[in-house]
Nanobody, 123 residues
C-alpha cells in the first residue's frame, strides 16, 4: 500500500515558479512509476508529467514541456514537480499518482493518488 501527500501549491503571478512535493509512505514506492496530473474546474483530469521508477526517463505533456521538471528522490520517498514560467492556464488542482507498472498518461491506470494541492496563477 502506498499513501501520497502533496504540498507546495499556492498563488503565484504569471511567469513565476512553484515546486510541488509528493511524500509517499510504503516500502515499494521507489519501485513505482510516478506521475503528476491536474484538474481545472469543469475539466477532466489531465496528464502533466511522469517519471520511471529509477528516475531515468521522464515524460511531459506538450503544454508543459520545457517549463516543468519532474524528479524523484527515492531515498526520501518523494517526487517533485518544478514549475517555471507559470501561466494562468496552469491553474488547477495538482495530484501526484503512482503505479507499479510502466509509464502511462491514463489517469485511470494509476493505483495510488494524493489528495491534491491547489495551484493558482494570476495574470
Amino acid at each position: 500500500q502506498v499513501q501520497l501527500v502533496e504540498s507546495g501549491g499556492g498563488l503565484v503571478q504569471a511567469g513565476g515558479s512553484l515546486r510541488l512535493s509528493c511524500a509517499a509512505s510504503g516500502r515499494t514506492f521507489s519501485m513505482h512509476t510516478k506521475g503528476w496530473f491536474r484538474q481545472a474546474p469543469g475539466k477532466e483530469r489531465e496528464f502533466v508529467a511522469a517519471i520511471t521508477w529509477s528516475g531515468g526517463t521522464t515524460y511531459y505533456a506538450d503544454s508543459v514541456e520545457g517549463r516543468f521538471t519532474i524528479s524523484t528522490d527515492n531515498a526520501k520517498n518523494t517526487v517533485y514537480l518544478q514549475m517555471n514560467s507559470l501561466k494562468p492556464e496552469d491553474t488547477a488542482v495538482y495530484y501526484c499518482a503512482a503505479r507499479p507498472g510502466r509509464y502511462t498518461i491514463v489517469a485511470g491506470q494509476y493505483n495510488y493518488w494524493g489528495q491534491g494541492t491547489q495551484v493558482t496563477v494570476s495574470s
